[in-house]
Every structure is written in structure tokens, then in C-alpha cells.
């Protein structure tokens, strides 16, 4: 038996799967026509330029005012109507009672005559009266008889005892002394019964009040003063007694 060579490697059994893969890609290619490698791309360079933009203009002086939103005027929802006054049921009226019938009137009785007033009596004399004696009033003791007068000479020599007093205890004031001043101060004294000295004034000014108010001084600072005489020692004794004031010459 002579052997056969075939381009199929296992003969006539490889066959069929040889032609199904032909098949196959056939198909393949009938679906996809457009199917192809495309080629690689080309690489590009990247390339930088520095490209000097001019600055942008300045913004204008004025400003734009801001748009002016119109607010509409609020509107009011008109007052809710006052509600209805409820109307009270009026109470019906009550009957008003039966008058009741007014009594009879009784009759009145016959008047009475007046009776007659009696006689009227004559009253009895009063008795007559005892004779009245007059009072004489009995006569006004006599005035008691005026009190002694005093001695006025006594007066007149405590008023020269008092002066004699204060000039003996007189100084001359230095300023009056040294401007050359004289005078003489008359002076209005109430005297205590005990001698006291109540108050003292200047009746009659010497025209100086230096020698014034030193005549005052001379009599508050003199002390206890003699009792006044008797018959002015009743009562606080008023008397005026002047202060002389006179330089020595040489």
C-alpha cells in the first residue's frame, strides 16, 4: 500500500475544523469592515510664550447708584365688621293683680254742739304790797391823807454825793487828754432801794462820745451805789447826776 501526503497535518480529520475557522473569521471580517490599526500618534512639543497683556483700564470716577427698589405701600386689611349686639329676649310683662275695691267710707257723725264756757269769775284782790323802805348807803371812807412829802433837799444832796463819787474815781481818756477835749455828760441813773444801779443813759451829750462813753463806764464800774434817802425808797428812784470832764492847766 503507497502512502499519501496531505498539506493538513491528521489528514482528513483536521479538515472540518480547518474550514469552520475559516468560516469564522470570515464572518469576522464581514462585520466589522471598517476595523483597522490605526496608527500612533505623533508626539508634540509644548511650547510656552510669555505674552505681555496691557493693564486693564481703570474703573470710572462715578459710581453707579445702586437701582432703587420701589417698595410698595403696605396694604391694610380693611377692619373686621363689628359683630351683631345680641338682642335680649324683653321679659314678657307680668300680669298686673286685680285692683281691689275701695272700702266704703263710713259716714261721718253729726257734730256736737260746743258746750257753753262758764261764767267767768272775778279774780281776788292781791294783797297790797309792804311799804318799801329805802337803803341809804352807808358814806365813802374818807381819802387816806397824801404821804409826807420828801425833802427835796435831800435829793439834791444824793445827786452831789453821786457826783462826788464818780469824780473821785474819774480818769481822763488819753485821746481826749492829747486833742485838748472838755465836756460835761449829763446822765439819766435808776437806783434800787438797795442801792443797785438798774440802768444808766446819756441824757445830754458832751459832744465828745469818747468822754460819753467813758462817763458810762466811770458809773457801771463805780459798784454799789448809796441807798437812796429816805422818803425816795418806795420804789426804784430816777435821778440825773453829770460827769465833768475839765483839763488842768500847767
Request: no cysteine.
Amino acid at each position: 500500500m503507497s502512502a499519501s501526503w496531505s498539506p493538513f497535518p491528521g489528514g482528513r480529520r483536521a479538515a472540518p475544523a480547518l474550514l469552520i475557522s475559516l468560516l469564522f473569521h470570515g464572518a469576522l471580517l464581514a462585520v466589522l469592515p471598517d476595523w483597522r490599526l490605526e496608527p500612533k500618534p505623533e508626539e508634540r512639543l509644548l511650547q510656552a510664550f510669555v505674552v505681555d497683556t496691557p493693564a486693564p483700564p481703570p474703573p470710572p470716577d462715578f459710581q453707579v447708584p445702586p437701582p432703587v427698589v420701589e417698595v410698595p405701600p403696605p396694604v391694610f386689611a380693611p377692619p373686621p365688621p363689628p359683630p351683631e349686639p345680641v338682642v335680649q329676649p324683653r321679659p314678657k310683662p307680668r300680669p298686673e293683680p286685680a285692683p281691689r275695691p275701695k272700702p266704703r267710707p263710713r259716714p261721718e257723725p253729726a257734730p256736737q254742739p260746743a258746750p257753753e264756757p262758764p261764767p267767768p269769775v272775778a279774780p281776788e284782790p292781791a294783797p297790797a304790797a309792804p311799804p318799801v323802805e329805802p337803803v341809804v348807803a352807808p358814806p365813802p371812807p374818807p381819802p387816806p391823807p397824801p404821804p409826807p412829802r420828801p425833802d427835796p433837799r435831800l435829793l439834791e444832796r444824793y445827786g452831789d454825793a453821786l457826783s462826788q463819787r464818780f469824780a473821785s474815781e474819774q480818769s481822763y481818756p488819753r485821746l481826749a487828754a492829747m486833742r485838748g477835749w472838755e465836756g460835761e455828760v449829763l446822765l439819766r441813773l435808776t437806783i434800787a432801794r438797795t442801792g443797785g444801779l438798774r440802768s444808766v443813759q446819756v441824757l445830754r451829750s458832751s459832744g465828745h462820745e469818747v468822754l460819753d462813753k467813758h462817763a458810762i463806764a466811770l458809773v457801771e464800774g463805780s459798784g454799789q451805789l448809796p441807798k437812796p434817802p429816805k422818803g425816795f425808797d418806795d420804789e426804784d428812784l430816777e435821778i440825773t447826776v453829770p460827769v465833768r470832764y475839765r483839763l488842768r492847766s500847767g
